[in-house]
């Protein structure tokens, strides 16, 4: 029998990791590589540290914290999640993935056992993608996904490189990102959604992801005065757009409840009062559990782009930015998390993840999988994200029972 995770020790890093970048509602708010995504990662490191994990880091700051097994021949079991959050981020979000890690590390210290192959607990950069798109930035350049350098040059919406903040938050290490040669991969992570708490399960077994794709559309029109312009002679960009966001929202609504699309974000220009306006940015996304599916809802937002353009005389330009999935998680892999729930006496359901996660590009070098806890309510992306210590714990030792199992 592997050891007992420590439930009150895993809470109370959960909590501690909370305290920074705290918002008034008890929620957190540390975006990738701010000063608070540094001191969370500063505070983890310490944690690691503790236990004589070795440290490396890459040139897009993904953190790697290694514990020796006893075959050096033998490749790594790797997992782990992130630590930034949205501006309205909870506490578990990504936490919960690396935290529940880092709790596996801990148990294994204290019960002096060290497993045949290596284990590798990573935290990613810039998982959420609020402040430098795309998502899921670290683990895609890690997967050779995207470019360093591509990466590098994004900017935020202040005009800050990914190598600037990089450099202000002391996270850009010396390692070339590249794959690390793991034997497998796991990701622990709260659910996000009802679908667990409605069904009364403790462990989800995540089988693949839904097919998301991101655009950033620019709609143009022409600068005019609010007064004196005719309502038949504008080309208003922020009333068109006002229109696309709506036409989002119906295809979303379309598609349910495999498919789901989101208008998130916008920019406007020249945003002046007393100027109709002339260039509004908005981004968007479909996804859908079926490929085929999510394409055929790009293909009628593109077909209610025409006719809005068309009818108010814009332009909007589309711009394919990002997409994720779909991923298949390997069968093994998912078994080996359902036997050793069961063998705990938990509930299990398998699951399609709906938001994007790393574990979408670490699928790409090596057998990998995830596992959520219940969310209450659902609630996620928010400071009421919540779920129990009890929820959590349990999903916690399920991840340590099933690396034990891998790593020998
Ligand atoms: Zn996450």
């Known amino acids: 029998m592997t050891p007992t995770i420590n439930a009150d020790r895993l809470w109370q890093s959960i909590m501690d990791i909370a305290r920074i970048g705290p918002t008034p509602e008890g929620g957190s708010n540390r975006m990738a590589l701010t000063p608070e995504d540094a001191a969370a990662r500063a505070l983890f490191l310490e944690w690691c540290k503790a236990l004589g994990l070795a440290f490396t880091q890459d040139a897009i700051g993904n953190m790697f914290l290694r514990r020796d097994g006893t075959d050096p021949a033998a490749h790594a079991v790797a997992f782990g999640s992130h630590l930034d959050t949205v501006p309205t981020g909870g506490r578990f979000d990504g936490v919960f993935g690396v935290l529940a890690g880092l709790e596996v590390m801990r148990t294994l210290h204290e019960a002096g056992i060290r497993t045949r192959a290596p284990l590798e607990l990573v935290n990613w950069t810039n998982e959420e993608g609020s402040r430098f798109r795309p998502a899921m930035m670290g683990s895609r350049v890690h997967a050779g996904d995207m470019s360093l350098e591509a990466a590098l040059a994004i900017t935020d919406d202040h005009g800050v490189s990914v190598a600037q903040a990089l450099r202000d938050s002391g996270q850009a290490g010396g390692l070339t990102p590249a794959p690390r040669g793991w034997a497998w991969w796991l990701e622990a992570h709260i659910e996000q959604g009802p679908v667990m708490e409605a069904s009364n399960s403790d462990i989800g077994i995540v089988t693949g992801t839904?097919?998301?794709?991101?655009?950033?559309?620019?709609?143009?029109?022409?600068?005019?005065?609010?007064?004196?312009?005719a309502m038949d002679r504008r080309r208003d960009s922020l009333a068109a757009t006002a229109e696309v966001i709506l036409a989002v929202e119906r295809i979303a609504h379309e598609a349910e409840p495999r498919g789901r699309a989101s208008a998130t974000w916008i920019e406007n220009f020249p945003n002046a009062r007393g100027n109709v306006a002339n260039i509004t940015r908005l981004h968007c996304d479909v996804r859908h559990e079926v490929a085929a599916r999510a394409i055929e809802m790009e293909a009628a937002l593109r077909t209610a782009l025409d006719a809005i353009a068309g009818r108010r005389q814009v332009r909007i330009e589309v711009d394919l930015y990002a997409t994720f999935g779909p991923v298949l998680f390997d069968q093994?892999?998912?078994?080996?998390?359902?036997?050793?729930?069961?063998?705990?006496?938990?509930?299990?359901?398998?699951?399609?993840?709906?938001?994007?996660?790393d574990s979408v590009l670490v699928a790409k070098l090596c057998p990998s999988a995830m596992l959520f806890v219940p969310s209450v309510d659902g609630i996620t992306h928010n400071p009421k994200e919540y779920s129990t210590p009890e929820q959590l714990a349990r999903g916690a030792q399920v991840l340590l029972d099933a690396i034990v199992e891998l790593a020998g």
Not at 213 to 229: A, C, D, I, M, N
């Open 210 to 229: 839904m097919h998301a794709r991101y655009f950033q559309l620019t709609v143009t029109g022409e600068p005019s005065h609010v007064g004196p312009t």
């Open 332 to 357: 093994t892999l998912c078994n080996v998390l359902r036997r050793k729930a069961e063998d705990r006496q938990l509930s299990v359901r398998d699951m399609t993840a709906a938001a994007g996660h």
